[in-house]
C-alpha cells in the first residue's frame, strides 16, 4: 500500500508560479514511478506528469512542456510539480498518484494509488 498526500496548492495570479508537494508513505518510494494529473470542473481527469523511479525520466503533457517541472527527492519520499507561467486554463484540482512499477506511465488506470488532491486556482 501507498498513501499519498499533496500540498501546496492556492491561488495564484496568472503568470505566477506554484510548487506542488507530494510526499508518499507505505513502500519504498525508490521502486516505484510517479505522476501528476488534473482535474478541472466538468472535464475528464487528464495526465500532466509523470517522472520514474529514480528520477532519470520524466514526461510531460504538451499543454505544460517548458512550464512545468517534475522531479523527485527519494530521500523525502516526495514528488514535485513546479508550475511556472500559469494560465487561467490551469485552474483544476491536481492529483499525485503512483503505479505499481518503476518506469513512467501516463494513462490514469496504468496508477494504483492516488493522493486525495490539491486545488490550484488561476486568476486573471
Known amino acids: 500500500q501507498v498513501q499519498l498526500v499533496e500540498s501546496g496548492g492556492g491561488l495564484v495570479q496568472a503568470g505566477g508560479s506554484l510548487r506542488l508537494s507530494c510526499t508518499a508513505s507505505?513502500?519504498?518510494?525508490?521502486?516505484?514511478?510517479m505522476g501528476w494529473f488534473r482535474q478541472a470542473p466538468g472535464k475528464e481527469r487528464e495526465f500532466v506528469a509523470a517522472i520514474n523511479y529514480n528520477g532519470g525520466s520524466t514526461y510531460y503533457a504538451d499543454f505544460v512542456k517548458g512550464r512545468f517541472t517534475i522531479s523527485r527527492d527519494n530521500a523525502k519520499n516526495t514528488v514535485y510539480l513546479q508550475m511556472n507561467s500559469l494560465k487561467l486554463e490551469d485552474t483544476a484540482v491536481y492529483y499525485c498518484a503512483a503505479p505499481l512499477g518503476p518506469l513512467l506511465v501516463t494513462l490514469i488506470h496504468e496508477y494504483d494509488y492516488w493522493g486525495q488532491g490539491t486545488q490550484v486556482t488561476v486568476s486573471s
Open positions: 507505505g513502500r519504498t518510494f525508490s521502486s516505484y514511478a
